[in-house]
């Protein structure tokens, strides 16, 4: 994001933002909820949250001062580590929620991992201490094992014990939130005009592109445009968190404007611009880098050196996928957690994706390529999208919750992975004697070194260990009497068909061929 000169003069106390991290189920959404006094978990499918939300509230002091505070909540499933990275990057303050039943959990660590590559100050917040099963201690230790020093413990880092159920602990959060940002002296200029970071975007079929964004430094108001990467959008409507559009907003606030040309990516930083002239000049200029940059990594790939062999790629099959979801960044992570299932044999290949509902495209897309299916994440099948797939068979399949799709993709890569050939050895065998040869058949004796000969198998003849040909056991006799099997030790006879001629001291594998 470009760096404004700001005024000293002109520099005011702003409110913090604040992003909410931490594991799967350790209460984020029920903290943000209680806060804000509205059921964001009963609107979110599975219990879990599967986007950013921003909610700003006034918090009165104990000085009777008030002060505004923007909150920002992240997924804790493992697929949405964009998002949560994206969160901390936009805060000023970190909130790391651990539960007092689970402790320290995978997505904690994780969490944890990104707020310290961020610097920003965090402070942790132990929850369901109403819990019968709630254990503070044993949560406490477990932070100090992973280097969380809360104070008490060998550190400064200030934590909260709460429940977001109830309600205890959270008048307390929220004073340690406003000191700790009255420490970090967050100041900002509300003249400049508007910055800071994209933190979602969809596609809403009435209105267009909108995305939302959360101010950082100045004050967005309507006229101005505003310069996401390559996307732009003149400001003409502005709609706060509480979806009242306003003429103007300042810094630390969440807002959410349309009319880019194109879909910002979440995470982008935002300039805003007085006029559309300076807007498309910074576009151009960003364009312009890019390429620049592209021209710079360019690399060919170095011939393979005298003796080396170049490996060989190997043929996968592939389950071809187009993806819809509602918003950008639901749709990476969507994208990557699909991408990690790939195995061996198989894997996911992404042919077209996009924000929105499935349409006529992406159904012809999917019906264009063998095996193709679309998957829809959080949006509906437009009429022609429908009626297209039911009238060519072409799965579309919908889903509302992460794991869900996921565990539906697994099976169906299991089902279509391709069984591969092997050869299992049944038994091994010595050839003693060699007693008639005719025309690609022989009549030879043998023992059983280990395992079982079986009749009818197919057989592989090596000499000093190296293969020489094969063959087919045409007939097995133990003490001159037909038999299906041999055993282990056993001495028998046997008619063999092969090319290749058996002499005393060969070694026959007996192996069938199975499918995996």
């Not at 932070?143 to 909260?160: A, Q």
């Not at 095996?371 to 799965?395: A, C, H, L, Q």
């Not at 090596?462 to 097995?476: A, C, N, Q, S």
Request: a negative charge; aromatic letters at 4%; one cysteine or more.
């Amino acid at each position: 994001m470009p760096k404004k000169q700001s005024n000293n003069e002109t520099l005011i106390e702003r409110p913090p933002v604040i992003v909410i991290t931490g594991h799967i189920d350790h209460g984020k959404s029920t903290l943000l909820d209680f806060i804000r006094k509205t059921n964001i978990v009963e609107g979110e499918a599975g219990g879990i949250t599967q986007h950013i939300s921003a909610y700003e509230l006034t918090h009165k002091r104990g000085d009777g001062r008030e002060q505004r505070i923007t909150f920002l909540d992240t997924p804790g499933h493992q697929a949405f580590s964009g998002m949560r990275e994206r969160g901390v990057e936009t805060a000023d303050i970190a909130i790391l929620i651990v539960s007092a039943e689970d402790s320290v959990k995978a997505q904690t660590i994780e969490s944890l991992k990104t707020i310290k590559e961020s610097g920003i100050p965090f402070i942790v917040a132990i929850n369901k201490i109403d819990k019968p099963g709630a254990n503070v201690e044993k949560t406490k230790n477990e932070l100090v094992e992973h280097e969380v020093y809360i104070e008490g413990y060998g550190g400064d880092i200030p934590y909260v014990l709460i429940s977001a159920k109830t309600g205890e602990g959270i008048p307390e959060l929220l004073d340690i939130i406003l000191l700790v940002a009255d420490m970090a002296e967050l100041k900002g200029n509300p003249s400049l005009p508007a910055s800071g970071m994209v933190i979602e975007s969809r596609l809403d079929q009435k209105c267009g592109i909108t995305t939302t964004l959360i101010v950082k430094e100045g004050t967005l108001s309507k006229g101005m445009f505003v310069v996401a990467e390559e996307a732009i959008s003149p400001v003409r409507v502005i709609t706060d968190f509480l979806g009242r559009q306003v003429d103007s907003i300042s810094f630390s606030s969440p807002v959410s404007i349309v009319g880019f040309n194109k879909i910002p990516s979440p995470g982008a930083p935002f300039t805003s611009y007085k006029t559309k002239k300076e807007a498309e000049e910074a576009v151009r200029l960003f364009i312009e880098k890019k390429v620049i940059g592209k021209k710079e990594i360019v690399t060919k790939k170095p011939a393979p050196q005298a003796g080396e062999i170049e490996e060989a790629e190997v043929k996968k099959a592939i389950f071809p996928i187009v993806l819809k979801s509602d918003t950008l960044g639901t749709l990476e992570a969507i994208e990557r957690e699909l991408l990690q299932l790939n195995q061996e044999l198989i894997e996911v290949k992404v042919i077209q994706k996009g924000v929105g509902s499935i349409n006529e495209s992406d159904v012809k897309m999917a019906g264009a390529t063998e095996g193709g299916v679309v998957i829809g994440f959080n949006v509906k099948t437009d009429s022609t999208g429908g009626e297209i797939s039911m009238r060519n068979n072409i799965p579309v399949k919908l889903f509302n919750i992460i794991y869900k799709l996921t565990e539906w993709v697994e099976a169906e890569l299991k089902e279509r992975k391709p069984r591969v050939e092997s050869e299992e050895i049944t038994g091994v065998a010595k050839i003693l004697k060699v007693f008639s040869s005719t025309k690609n058949k022989q009549v030879a004796g043998g023992r059983v070194l280990t395992g079982t000969l079986i009749s009818g198998s197919n057989i592989i003849i090596k000499r000093r260990d190296v293969e020489i040909g094969r063959g087919k056991i045409v007939e097995l006799q133990q003490q001159k009497l037909k038999t299906k099997e041999v055993e282990e030790g056993i001495e028998f006879g046997m008619l063999i068909e092969s090319k290749i001629d058996v002499a005393p001291g060969d070694t026959i594998e007996s192996f069938m061929v199975v499918q995996k």
